[in-house]
């Protein structure tokens, strides 16, 4: 299985920007998706979660209102639209598909997107 990030950059506070994670090697409509951030000197946090159909979603407090979480079945990619961005959104973005009853996950690490948001 293959996970590939993309879409981060740099931007001003206020600003917006889309990840993607294409996912390949797996029926990716079978896996909820979530996306997870690691800023420097920091632990992997959890950002936002959606489930296999694209029904519920869930976010951290800290984006919500802000995160909108979405997948295309089809192309395999799950989408995060961010929005109204701040400093402390700087980080790595990971994707990744957890498990329910372990802290682990069913997909390897992908490489990540840095998003950097500048005040």
């Known amino acids: 299985v293959q996970v590939v990030e993309s879409g981060g950059g740099l931007v001003q506070a206020g600003g917006s920007l889309r990840l993607s994670c294409e996912v390949s090697?797996?029926?990716?409509?079978?896996?909820?998706v979530g996306w997870y951030r690691q800023a420097p000197g920091k632990e992997r946090e959890f950002v936002a979660r959606i489930s296999t159909s694209g029904g519920p979603t869930y976010y951290a407090d800290s984006v919500k209102g802000r995160f909108t979480i979405s997948r295309d079945n089809a192309k395999n990619t799950a989408y995060l639209q961010m929005n109204n961005l701040k400093p402390e959104d700087t980080a790595i973005y990971y994707c990744?598909?957890?498990?329910?009853?372990?802290?682990?996950?069913?997909?390897?690490w992908g490489q990540g997107t840095q998003v950097t948001v500048s005040s």
């Open positions: 990744n598909s957890p498990h329910d009853y372990s802290d682990s996950y069913f997909w390897p």
């Open positions: 090697g797996r029926k990716f409509n079978n896996y909820d």
